[in-house]
Every structure is written in structure tokens, then in C-alpha cells.
């Protein structure tokens, strides 16, 4: 199975539903005394988080091509690899964590949030994981048993 769908298009349709779920169901909304606050720290956070990662693999010299994984030629395994296997995507899982804050969007968000984990796990990160173990074999496969898949 290749993956179809760029990851930011899934996130942002993601985003997208959020806000319209949280524009149908306002009961379902919640308001808090520094909201706006922690939803700027969350999104920095997973911004941060995903930039570092993309940076990593422009360092490498290797795809950031979520599309054409069979194209890496390194295996990155420093920085914030050391402790997810994918913190482009935990990013952007944090970036729609951010946004559901910043709409007081609290079931939406848990809801689309928790299913954007699971289509990219089952859509896009395993077909990546099993290009890598063809391109990197052993040293994929124990980079695997070190360092989870999220967090």
C-alpha cells in the first residue's frame, strides 16, 4: 500500500472539520481563563516539534516526501527521532490539539484529532515503515525497537 494523501492536506482537513463540528454543536464548547495562551504554547510546541524534524532530514539530504518514501537515502535517528519516530506528525497532531483549544473545540477536537492519528498510522506511517526496512533492513528494524512510533 503507497500512501495517497499528503499528511498537512489530512491535517488540515482534519482542522477544518474541527471547526465545523465545533460551529454545529457550541454545546460541546468550553471557555477558559488563559485559552488563548495555551493554545499558543501547544501550537509553538508542534510547530517547533515538526520544523526540527524537517530540518533534520533537509540535513540529511534525504525526502521529506510523504508520498515517495522509497526515495530516503539516510535513516535519521538524532534529535527528536531519538524519542518518536515521527515528529512531523506528532507535530501536526499537536497543531490541531492547538487549534481545538483555540476553539474551545474539546469533543471535535479529541474526536478528529484521535482519527487523524489513526489514518496516518494505518495510511501513511506504516507504508513508510515498511519502505524503510526494505531500503535499511537491520538497522531500521532496531531503530524500530528503541524509539516508538508516537510517544
Given amino acids: 500500500m503507497k500512501p495517497l494523501v499528503p499528511p498537512p492536506l489530512v491535517t488540515f482537513v482534519a482542522g477544518v472539520l474541527i471547526w465545523y463540528a465545533n460551529r454545529q454543536f457550541p454545546e460541546f464548547s468550553f471557555v477558559f481563563s488563559g485559552q488563548l495562551g495555551a493554545a499558543i504554547l ?3 510546541i508542534g510547530f517547533f516539534i515538526e520544523l526540527a524534524g524537517v530540518i533534520q532530514f ?5 525526502t521529506v516526501n510523504p508520498l515517495k518514501p522509497e526515495r530516503a537515502t539516510g535513516l535519521v535517528t538524532d534529535g527528536f527521532y531519538r524519542f518518536t519516530r515521527n515528529p512531523m506528525y506528532l507535530g501536526m497532531v499537536l ?6 483549544v483555540y476553539l474551545g473545540a474539546v469533543v471535535p477536537g479529541l ?3 484521535a482519527a487523524t492519528v489513526w489514518y496516518l498510522t494505518h495510511f501513511q506511517i506504516k507504508p513508510e515503515e515498511l519502505a524503510l526496512e526494505t531500503l535499511f533492513g537491520d538497522e531500521y528494524l532496531a531503530y524500530k525497537t528503541r524509539v516508538r512510533r508516537w510517544i
Fill in 42 to 44: 501547544v501550537a509553538s
Fill in 58 to 62: 533537509f540535513r540529511r539530504k534525504t
Fill in 111 to 113: 474526536l478528529f484529532a
Fill in 95 to 100: 497543531l490541531l490539539t492547538a487549534w481545538s
